[in-house]
């Protein structure tokens, strides 16, 4: 008995492994994160044999040893993951229900047919089966909500595996076992399929969520564009009703500089062609970049910026055609960017009135650097290092926003606070 639960408890330490593997996206190379999750799996399947082998009587050791397991299986999600953060420990915490269904199932098994060899295959069926029906119709759709966080309750939501993985303990192994009680082995196949069933909802509800945030920030981001677009388009109008003028009156400047210059007044003639270079700087339409879209958005925070009557020193090398989708890129523009005009637009001296912005996208690399004056005091995330916003759960988005996108394009983040001054750079090498 105690070499079949020694060979089950190692297939579904196997299976577990493979799921966090598989399932959590990776901050190391492949071979040292199968190499992580091996020792990882050396120390689950060692540490059985206290509980099952050594000390099988001992209720206080199986309670430890299996305390133990917990925290080394989670601390492996988390080690491996890219984002380290509450994500990681609830994909960590459902692998442990998914594999315990599969060990249940081997229990069963072995109650109604006594072969440990056949209880054994069909226990490494159901993982299987359940491993690959998972990996196929869940894995992509978990990876995109992974990858595109804007939810503020994955802590609520590890409440869910860790209730029914106790329900499981308490109901199979501890303090009685199913081979105790096989009577319960029905009411703990309900309890299964109610698992199976709760994660439906909740992967739908997070995938939704995900898409719910993904089309409030395109509608955004589409209409500061739009905006940005109406902008330059009443900036062109005006401009050309102005030089339209001013070519009107031209042959009225060239008299009066002909009759200026019979009188050899020199110095009227150069108040009349600064007066004309004045006009024609005023109506220039300024081009801030190549991509037409970026240049809309930034239109429309600059002449945010200039209504409220702060200087933004513009540095961009923004070609036509990017590495990156445009609208994304326009859109984290613009979230960095107006944080940064509302954390200025409130200070009376006028040299603390600026925004430094320096955004250059090319083939080789992408580099987002925004500088300005923050007076207050700013809280950091310690997980992820992003601020953390003061008004609210409503408010924040467009930091998560922005750190979307950089973990898309494999990108890195850095948030720096240093003599009042606030600094984030988004960098990325393609």
Same mark, same amino acid.
């Given at each position: 008995?105690?070499? +079949? ?7 579904? @330490?196997?299976?577990?492994?493979? +799921? ?6 990776? #901050?190391?190379?492949? #071979? ?76 069963? /098994? ?28 869940? #894995? ?59 994660? *439906? ?10 898409? #719910? ?8 981001? +589409? ?10 388009? @009443? ?43 004045? *006009? ?27 209504? $409220? ?14 590495? *990156? ?34 955004? @250059? ?35 924040? $988005? ?17 948030? +720096?606070?240093?003599?009042?001054? /606030? ?8």
């Amino acid at each position: 008995m105690d070499y +079949f639960k020694n060979i089950s408890y190692m297939i579904s @330490h196997l299976f577990l492994m493979l +799921f966090i593997y598989s399932f959590v996206t990776h #901050r190391y190379s492949g #071979r040292k994160t199968i190499a992580i999750c091996f020792s990882s799996f050396l120390t689950l399947t060692i540490t059985d044999s206290l509980k099952l082998n050594l000390f099988k009587e001992s209720g206080a050791c199986y309670f430890f040893v299996t305390l133990f397991q917990i925290i080394v299986t989670q601390f492996t999600g988390i080690l491996i993951s890219e984002t380290r953060d509450n994500r990681a420990l609830f994909m960590g915490l459902t692998a442990s229900n998914y594999v315990i269904a599969g060990s249940i199932a081997t229990a069963i /098994f072995f109650i109604y047919t006594h072969n440990m060899a056949v209880s054994l295959l069909g226990g490494f069926v159901i993982h299987l089966v359940i491993f690959l029906f998972l990996f196929v119709k869940i #894995r992509e759709i978990w990876l995109k909500c992974y990858e595109r966080e804007y939810m503020k309750e994955w802590w609520e939501l590890c409440l869910i595996p860790v209730f029914f993985y106790c329900g499981f303990s308490f109901l199979s192994f501890f303090p009685y076992t199913i081979y105790d009680y096989p009577e319960t082995s029905l009411g703990i196949s309900m309890f299964i399929i109610t698992m199976f069933v709760s994660y *439906v909802v909740v992967f739908r509800y997070i995938e939704g969520e995900s898409n #719910r945030a993904e089309i409030y920030w395109k509608n955004t981001m +589409f209409k500061t564009y739009i905006k940005g677009l109406e902008n330059q388009y @009443h900036v062109v109008e005006q401009s050309e009703k102005n030089l339209k003028i001013l070519r009107h009156d031209m042959r009225h400047y060239s008299n009066m500089v002909e009759s200026l210059l019979s009188q050899g007044e020199y110095a009227e003639i150069k108040k009349i062609t600064e007066y004309i270079k004045g *006009v024609t700087d005023d109506n220039k339409v300024i081009k801030y970049c190549d991509n037409i879209i970026i240049q809309a958005i930034l239109s429309q925070m600059m002449d945010k910026a200039h209504s $409220l009557d702060i200087d933004i020193k513009l540095d961009t090398i923004i070609p036509k055609q990017l590495r *990156v989708s445009d609208y994304e890129l326009a859109s984290v523009i613009a979230n960095l960017l107006e944080n940064a005009i509302i954390c200025v637009k409130d200070f009376d001296e006028k040299d603390k009135r600026y925004v430094d912005a320096k955004v @250059h996208c090319t083939s080789g690399h992408l580099l987002i650097q925004i500088k300005n004056e923050c007076e207050k005091e700013i809280l950091f995330d310690s997980l992820t290092g992003l601020p953390i916003s003061k008004k609210g759960n409503s408010h924040g $988005l467009g930091m998560q926003s922005v750190s979307a996108f950089s973990d898309k394009i494999g990108g890195n983040i850095g948030c +720096f606070y240093d003599n009042k001054i /606030f600094q984030i750079i988004v960098y990325a090498k393609f």
